[in-house]
C-alpha cells in the first residue's frame, strides 16, 4: 500500500469513493502571507480608508474562492459548504499582509483544500491588485494550520 | 495619485479600462515550490512510474487553472490564452517540487495572474494528493519570475 | 447588534456559519415582470407557435440560472437543489411578461437567493432575445413572493 | 422578417452570427435600483463606515457577474471585456441604492447584456446581504442607459 | 516527430502555442445521433408540439455547451465564439434524432472541438430528458464532418 | 401521462421536484469508445510510455466531466458525487479505446448523466489530443451499462 489514496492499484488516478464515510461536521483553517516592499505595505495599510480596500476585495475573493475548489482541483469531492471566513492581518514585520481562511462543512471528506483554495486566491487577488506598484510580491507560508472532525482525527500544525 | 489602478478616484474597486491599450504579444512566467517530507519525496518520485502520476495530475491541473483565472480573481480581464506550460521538477534539496508556470496570450493585459494561478493550482493539486499521507507540507516561493511584452516592460526576478 | 449577518463583529463580510442549522424542506417563490412595447409583445406572443420560443428559452436560462446562483451571489452558500420551476405568463395589461420562479431544497439556508436568480435571469434572456427590435423594455418587480421552511417562519409578500 | 435575430427562418433558437460584424469599440451603460425600508437603507448606509460594507460587496459581485454573462445568457456570445465599472450610490427618495454599470468591449457585438447583468448581480446581492432584516426589498429600473459603437448606432434611454 | 502535438519533447502535456498563428476565419460541423425504441421517438416526435418541447431544449443545452468547451477539455484554447447552431432533425429510420453542430469563431485554433462538444451536450440532454420512459437509447456517431479555415486545410467526413 | 417527467402538465420544461425522494446510495456506469486508425492506436498505446500520456489525460478530463454534468445537462440536478472512476483500455479489434465510467452518490437522484458525461468528455479528450493526427476517429457506444441504488431498480445494458 503506497499511502497514495488518489491512485488506484493500477496507479491510476480516480476520485476516492468516500460513500461509505460518516456525514460528520469538519473544519479546517489553512494560512498564507504575501510579502512586499515597505512602501507598498504603506499604500495597502492606508488604502484601506482611503484610497481603495485592497484586504477587502481580497477577502471577498477568498470566499468565493473556497467554493470554486472541487472546479480547481481535479480529484477534490464539490461539498455544501457551511461557513467560509478570511481574516486578513497586516504584518509590518513581512512587511506584508497574513492570511488565514476557515472552512466548515457538514459532509463525509474534509475541507483542508478549500481552506487552502480560499488562502491563495486571496493571497493572489492581493498580488493582481497592487502589481502595478510592486512587481516582486512574494506569496509563501500556504499551508494547514488545523483540521478536525474526520476519521483521522485533529490535525494541528506545529 | 495612489498607483492602486484597480481603484477609481474615489477609492472604490473596479475592473480597469484596458480598451486603448494595444494587442500586443504578451508573456510571464511564475514559480512556486512545495516542501514535504523526505518519505513523500520519495512516494511521489518513485510514484511517477509505478503508483500513480501526482506530477502528471498537477501539471495538467496548473493548466486547466491558468484558463479559470478571470473568474478566480476578481478585477481580472478574461484574455484569450494562447499557450500554457507548467514544468515540475522535483527538488531533492527541498525536499520537494519545483513548479514554473508559463503562459502567453496576444491582448491587452498581461498574464501574470494566470502563471500565478496555474502555479498554485499545480501545487495545492499535489498538496490534495498526497495530503493522505503529509499533512505538513508547504507551498512557498509563488511569484513571478518573468514578464515581458506591455508597456511596462520585461521585469525579470532578481 | 446591527442584523447584517453576513458581516462579523468588525464590519468584515463572511459566509455565515449555517453548520448547526437543521435540514428541513426549504420553498421559495420570486417574481419579476419585463415591460415592452405593444409591437414586442405581439411577436413574442405570436412567436411562442411560429417564429421563435422567446418563452421558452427564457424558462431554460432561468432554470439554469438558479444553479448558478453560489456562484454569482458572494457570500451564497452552494446547495443542493430539489426543485425548480420558471412560469412565464404573457401579461397584456403591461404589456410584457411576468415571471415566476420556485426553488426546492433540502438543505440548511433558504433558496430566496436561487428564485431570485432564476427570475432575474429569465427576465434578462427575453431582453437579450427581443433587444434587436426593443431596446427600452424594462425589468421590474423583481422581489420575493414566498420564502417557508426555515426557522424564520413563513413570509409571503404583501 | 420578425426582427427576431436569435431565431432561424424554422423558429430555431441559435446564437447569431457575428463573423463578418467589425470589430469595434463598444460601451453599454445599465442601471437599476433596490427598494427598501427606511431602518434598512440607515443600517446599509451607516454600515458602509461601520458594521459592513454591503455597497462594497455587491459592487465586486456586479464587475464579476459581468464576466459570467455569457454563462447564464444562453444565446449571448462570449467577449473579451475590458473594463467594467459599478457605481451604486444611496437614494434616500425611494428610499434604497441606484445602480449604475458599465461595461466596454472591443468586439464584434455590444455589451448591454454584460452591463445588465452587471447591475442585476449587484442588486442581488444587496438583497442577499440585507435579507435577514429586510425581506421586502424590490429590484426594479433595470434596463438599459446607453449604448454605443456598434452597427445600429447610439441609444439613450429617455 | 510523435504528431502527439499536446506533448512536448519529453512527453509532458501542455497547450500548443498558437501565439504566431493568423487569426483566420474558421468552421467546423460536427454529427451525432440517438437511437431509441420507436415509442420514445413517437413520443419525442409529437411531444415537440404537445407534451414538451425534447429537442427545443436539446438544441438550447447543445449551444451553450459550446461555450463551455475550453472549460472541459483541458488543453483546448479559450476562443471567442462567434456563431453557433445546433439543427436535430428527427430519422424515422433509426429510429431517433440526427444532430449537427456548426460553430464559427475569428481566431488563432479550430472549432472542431467546439462543435464536438456541441452535439455531444445536445445528445446527452435528450437522453436526460427521455430516460424515465427508455434507458437503452445509445449515442453514435460522434465525428467531425466539416473543418475549414486553419493552416491544415479543408477536411470534410467522407 | 407521457411518461416525459422533465414537462409538466402544460409541456413546459422544468426541474423535476425530488425533494421527497429518499436519500439512497445510487451507482451508474456509462461506456464510449473512439475508435481510429491503426497508426493512431499505435501512437497512443507505446506513447503512453514514451511520448504523451493521451489516456492518463483523457482519464482526468472525465473524471473532472463528471463535476461539471449539472452544469451541462439544463434540468440535471447537482449532486453531491463521492466517486467517479474511468477506465480506458486499449482494444486492437476497434482499433481504438474502450472507456467506462462509474460514478456514485448518496443523493435523491441518480448519476446516469454524470457517468455519460464523463465518458463521453473522455472521448472527446482523446480526440482532441490526438486530431492533428487523425481528424476521421468517431465516438460511439456512449450508453449507460449499468444502474442501481433508486426507486426503478437495478438497470443492466443487454
Known sequence: MSGLTHFDAKGDAHMVDVSDKPVTSRIATAGAWIRMEQATFDLITEGKAKKGDVIGVARLAGIMGAKKTSDLIPLCHPLPITKVTVEITPDASLPGLQIEATVK?????????????AASTAALT???????????????????????????GRYEAR
Open 105 to 117: 462543512t457538514t459532509g463525509q471528506t474534509g475541507v483542508e483544500m478549500e481552506a487552502l483554495t
Open 126 to 152: 492581493v498580488y493582481d491588485m497592487v502589481k502595478a506598484v510592486d512587481r516582486a510580491m512574494e506569496i509563501g507560508g500556504l499551508r494547514v494550520l488545523l483540521k478536525d472532525g474526520g476519521k483521522s
